[in-house]
């Protein structure tokens, strides 16, 4: 069997649930409910809108009604911003108050005090030039944030308006597929469009960067794969991705885009290679200057973030959890972000087990034991403390009950739930796992990569805290390639009307793509509604009369992820 063939097998199964959407299976109720939902609105257009000027870049408005419905509406959106700007404030009065408010030489000088004794009056506070610097720089910051809060404000009150006049009162108790529809079906009220947008036109400019991202990805253009020592290493993080967009599209000398929607036409010259080389140093540059700034912010913030997770359940560190690559890696072209979570919710139970399937069944035991004393130790410290408090003023008796604490998190990880095995073998589980995430390698190399996408708390919680330090160097590392990245806008970029300029690839088109295929099929799936081109038309009947002979039976989600593994299964069988 071929890699095309196991990639049509894999299309077909996928394809399975839009053929019971026209055979009336229990996934075409679901469409049944949008009957009175799609029922023309009976108000009249309002000559001035709230946000109708937000409706010139169609791409951020349409962002910002998508992140609208996500978010839950406008008061958890608003409510989310300010409590974010009041726990900045407090980080930033705590750390002060840490630093200069606290006599540690009389906290620990073993005496009995009270608070009074050990904390100090506000006029004796010497704040070092440091920390007026500190000071400054947040105070800018807020400044920024507080201006972003108001003019977010003025967006969302607008978004809200929007949400009305297409009949949408209360976004928590419709899906977005029924908001996607209520726009289209009254756009020409609303969005002022000389021409009507389509499903596909919509999601391609709620995702537009995100698609150029993912297909400068697939080709190796950002560097994410190293080789230290001999190790090979996947580092992706947040803060570089945000810098990485920020420098090919926002950025404010030479960007990739001169807006939202429309390619740059100084890209196609020869001399934006080292413009854009440029770019990368003057980026570069910064990063590593407000590298401390940021590194000691990280650090405070995720202390007291985490600190909570220590104290209450420690072991949580020695769970596992989907990277930044994996978010990257693992999404469909078109793909919003809340259907990327949904299928990451679906595989991480598979893929943990498939992970744990490969501890060494030694360790575990030794981890067993050593759980057992340390639990057995942790219960007489903590049996004594209980009966008398005095015992906790022996020396380092707050200490060792701590570590033991540790101990017991650390091993508790290693341990596991049982001694018996999963159900399925190790296979099953890989190819389970595959047919929820599609873009994962069938050979030796399946468990390397698993363990880039699903990688330990306490390994992503390193990598955040180290961002500030790796991202300047990745951006060195993206100016060394410039060229292909050069090239790769100019030869991928295509026009298409009421959309503007888009990668080619999202436009779901070709069919020889691993990716494409399972995209267009995942979009047809996700939205039942769209009308499809003919060539694309031609290519989901292909996968349904494929499915149709396999006599697939699929009654929901999860049934079609079980019969994806099925399918793969099968071919695996034949292969052999």
Known sequence: MTREGATLSLTQSLFTSVVMNEESTPLSLQLNSYESFN??????????????????????????????????????????????????VFVLLLSLFLLNGIDFNRLFDGQHKTWSDVILPWSSWQLSSLQILLITLSSLYFLYK?????????????IKAFYFDVGVRDVASYSWNQVLQRILSHQHLVLLQERPLTELEVVARITRFDNYVLSLLDRGLIPVHFTVFGLHLTHLTEGFLWNLKFLLFRFPFDPFFENSWRLNEAVRSIDFESKFRRN?????????????????????????????????????????????????????????????????????????????????????????????VSSAVLAVCLGLTVYDEDTLRLNHMLTLITGLTGVAAVAKSF????????????????????????????????????????????????????????????????????????????????NVDSVGDVVSFSLLQGQRPLRTQLSLVHFKLEN???????????????????????????EDVDDLELQ???STLFLERQQT
């Open 39 to 88: 029922q023309p609105l009976s108000f009249e257009p309002k000559e001035t809108r709230k946000y109708q000027d937000f409706i010139q870049d169609l791409d951020f408005f349409l962002t910002k009604v998508y992140f609208f419905h996500q978010r839950s509406g406008l008061l958890c959106i608003l409510l989310d911003q300010l409590l974010f700007l009041l726990q900045f």
């Open 146 to 158: 507080s201006i972003r809060f108001l003019r977010s404000l003025q967006v969302n009150l607008s």
């Open 280 to 372: 990368c140093l003057i980026l570069g540059i910064v990063n590593l200057v407000l590298c401390p700034l940021i590194l000691l912010f990280i650090v405070v913030n995720s202390f007291f973030s985490y600190a909570d997770s220590v104290k209450r359940d420690p072991a949580a560190f020695g769970t596992r959890c989907w990277s930044c690559f994996a978010r990257i890696f693992c999404r469909h072209l078109n793909e919003l972000e809340h259907s990327l979570q949904k299928r990451l919710d679906r595989a991480f139970k598979s893929t943990t087990q498939f992970m744990d399937s490969f501890q060494d069944p030694l360790l575990r035991l030794l981890a067993r034991h050593v759980l057992f």
């Open 415 to 494: 341990a596991g739930d049982s001694l018996l095995p999963h159900k399925l073998s190790q296979q099953q589980l890989f190819q389970q796992t595959r047919a929820r995430l599609h873009y994962l390698p069938d050979n030796a190399r399946s468990r390397q990569v698993m363990a880039t996408l699903l990688q330990y708390r306490v390994s992503l919680l390193l990598e955040t805290i180290l961002s500030p330090l790796t991202t300047p160097f990745l951006l060195f590392c993206l100016r060394n390639k410039s060229r292909e990245v050069c090239d790769f806008f100019r030869s991928f970029t295509v």
């Open 528 to 554: 039942p509604e769209w009308t499809a081109s003919a060539q694309q038309s031609d290519f989901l009947e292909f996968v349904r009369q494929g499915a149709h002979e396999q006599q697939v039976e699929v």
């Open 564 to 566: 994806m593994t099925r």
